[in-house]
């Protein structure tokens, strides 16, 4: 157990919480008790099942998907048109580009210049988040007193922050392809079960702070939200861009809203896959040597088989993903602004040896 957890739950139960700090005994998620309606915490919870769990669910999909074809996704072998993405992505790697032992990346781009211009965008002060409200699935509370006239109170949270919920950035070590992950690392070996020794989150502890450019689709197409048949592509991020009147650079945090929340409201089942951003995007990504990706849906499954069709700009290119984004607001605050250009900020844990962190990020107009 890691040492600031087990502190935590000592001083629990040194004022009270026995609970918490019971010998022998985890426990389970709040929503999974309720779910099985027995209106009790169920005896056992070990965060490894529950990873093994996810990952069996994901096998069983993958191999009801190639037992019935006909009701799988349509695929596309690699590449789209006349293009070869998986050549694409090899051609044009960033890796060695800042260093063999580089662990940075793209944001490596955002030089302190870079800041500096980003900064000279705030004329109005104006602050928009750009995170869902986030609600672990484990969030256990210690009420203390300390006697009369006083009190205090602790939460303990436990979650798991990647998959399509929850509001985070992504490190350079959190996914790769036969290729290996940034860099060439072997996953293999840089990743245990201690956490990643290679391009993990504590590289953009100095924060993540640059001009921000929104790309907001549905206002483009006059639609609520992307659909699954007319994914993102990288020509209309430029045409969305040139309309808007705003410019992508070197350094620039892209931001593409594609109507998330409406997308949620619509009842799709997601049984023909999931929409949002065609493989080509990642060439435009590529194109304009952006920093960071933020979106609120993410790779279009149904364009590409590759396994990461456009998550690939992380390991490949070295971009910072902000995944599961809250862009609706934003998006609302640019077109009252009439810019969809502002200063950026994205400031991750340092948490050591991460994968990626939770992250609250700030548009400021």
């Avoid at 072997?186 to 953009?204: K, L, M, N, R, S």
């Avoid at 991020?237 to 619509?266: C, F, K, N």
């Avoid at 990642?282 to 590409?304: N, Q, T, Y």
Wanted: glycine letters at 12%.
């Amino acid at each position: 157990m890691a040492s600031s957890r087990r502190r935590f739950l000592m001083h629990a139960a040194a004022m009270g919480g026995t609970a918490l700090a019971q010998p022998g005994r985890t426990w389970a998620a709040a929503g999974e008790s309720a779910a099985a309606g027995t209106g009790t915490v169920p005896e056992r919870f070990s965060p490894p099942e529950f990873l093994a769990r996810q990952a069996a669910r994901a096998r069983r999909a993958a191999a009801a998907a190639a037992a019935h074809p006909a009701a799988a996704p349509s695929a596309v072998v690699q590449s789209s048109g006349d293009v070869d993405y998986a050549a694409m992505y090899r051609d044009r790697r960033n890796w060695g580009r800042w260093g063999d032992r580089d662990q940075v990346g793209a944001i490596n781009l955002i030089t302190p210049e870079k800041r500096a211009a980003a900064a000279g965008l705030v004329r109005t002060g104006r602050t928009v988040s750009l995170s869902r409200v986030f609600e672990p699935p484990q969030h256990f509370i210690q009420k203390s007193s300390l006697g009369p006239g006083g009190g205090y109170v602790m939460d303990y949270l436990g979650f798991i922050y990647h998959g399509s919920t929850v509001t985070h950035v992504d490190a350079l070590c959190h996914i790769w392809d036969d290729d290996g992950m940034w860099q060439g690392h072997d996953p293999d070996v840089e990743i245990t079960t201690q956490g990643a020794q290679f391009g993990d989150i504590t590289h953009w502890s100095g924060g993540i702070i640059t001009k921000g450019v929104l790309i907001d689709v549905p206002r483009h197409r006059g639609a609520p939200h992307v659909g699954i048949d007319e994914p993102v592509r990288g020509d209309e991020l430029e045409a969305i861009a040139r309309d808007q009147g705003a410019t992508v650079e070197p350094g620039d945090a892209l931001l593409v809203h594609s109507g998330w929340g409406a997308y949620m409201a619509s009842g799709d089942d997601g049984s023909r896959g999931r929409p949002g951003l065609h493989p080509s995007c990642a060439e435009f990504i590529r194109d304009h040597d952006v920093a960071l990706l933020g979106w609120d849906l993410m790779d279009a499954r149904a364009s590409s088989d590759l396994p990461w069709p456009v998550h690939g700009v992380l390991f490949h290119f070295g971009v910072a993903l902000l995944d599961n984004a809250l862009l609706e607001p934003v998006a609302a605050a640019c077109a009252d602004e009439g810019r969809w250009e502002f200063m950026f900020q994205a400031l991750p844990l340092r948490v050591a040896r991460g994968t990626g962190s939770p992250v609250n990020p700030i548009a400021m107009f």
